[in-house]
């Protein structure tokens, strides 16, 4: 079982709606990420928080909307996606931001935009 | 040159094989080094971390070689359940916890 959480597992919205994708870890870590992967295709790093702060923004588009209400929560908030934005959005976290921690990955929401 | 490269395979081996994944790296200044396995349609899970000294965990042991920029993973015994993508992970100084994803190597373990 994974130590972060993520929800929904599935979600499938129009073009012109507006979700938020959840993630939640209790490990006490202090370093939270968004990826997007495509099939067959590795992880692409989305955005970094780091102690609640947005640290890195890896150039994604503003319909892409990331907030850290807190050290345990890190939200996806979605709007306006486009078809190509299809694709399995991964949540991790780390236990601190520095490069020699590993990240632990949640199970990921399926996202279809149609 | 891709930042971390490996193999895409697949490789397919029989039950009991031993198999060894390579990946490289291209940037000699990389402090950290980590095999993810990922199930189809799951999230990565972190298989080990590798150090300088090498390591082992059962069946398997993960090398560093930073002279040659490369690092490998061997597999003994193989299991069906081993069937799996097997990514390779590099972290980057400086770059505050952002870590590098090869295109993952794919392996088939089969009666």
């Known amino acids: 079982d994974t130590e972060v959480t993520q929800t929904p597992k599935h979600l499938v919205m129009g073009m012109t709606n507006k979700k938020s994708l959840k993630c939640e870890q209790h490990?006490?870590?202090?370093?939270m990420y968004w990826y997007k992967q495509k099939a067959k295709k590795p992880p692409e790093l989305m955005f970094v928080?780091?102690?609640?702060?947005?640290?890195i923004n890896e150039s994604v588009p503003s319909r892409f909307s990331p907030e850290c209400p807190n050290s345990s929560l890190l939200n996806l908030h979605l709007h306006a996606l486009q078809p190509e934005d299809s694709a399995l959005y991964l949540c991790?976290?780390?236990?601190?931001?520095?490069?020699?921690?590993?990240?632990?990955f949640g199970d990921g929401t399926r996202l279809s935009i149609l | 040159r891709k930042e971390v490269e490996q193999d895409p395979g697949p490789f397919n081996v029989p039950e009991g094989a031993t198999v060894a994944f390579n990946c490289t790296y291209s940037?000699?200044?990389?402090?950290?080094f980590f095999w993810y396995r990922q199930d189809c349609r799951k999230e990565p899970k972190l298989l080990m971390s590798?150090?300088?000294s090498g390591n082992e965990d059962g069946r398997f042991t993960a090398q560093l070689n930073r002279a040659s920029q490369y690092i490998s993973l061997l597999i003994r015994d193989s299991k069906l359940s081993d069937s799996a993508t097997y990514l390779c992970?590099?972290?980057?100084?400086?770059?505050?916890?952002?870590?590098?994803f090869g295109t993952g190597t794919r392996l088939q373990v089969t009666l």
């Open positions: 991790a976290s780390s236990q601190s931001p520095v490069s020699n921690q590993p990240q632990h």
């Open positions: 490990m006490g870590h202090r370093a």
């Open positions: 928080y780091s102690y609640e702060k947005l640290s």
């Open positions: 940037n000699s200044a990389s402090q950290s």
């Open positions: 590798v150090y300088s």
């Open positions: 992970v590099v972290g980057f100084p400086g770059t505050a916890s952002k870590l590098t």
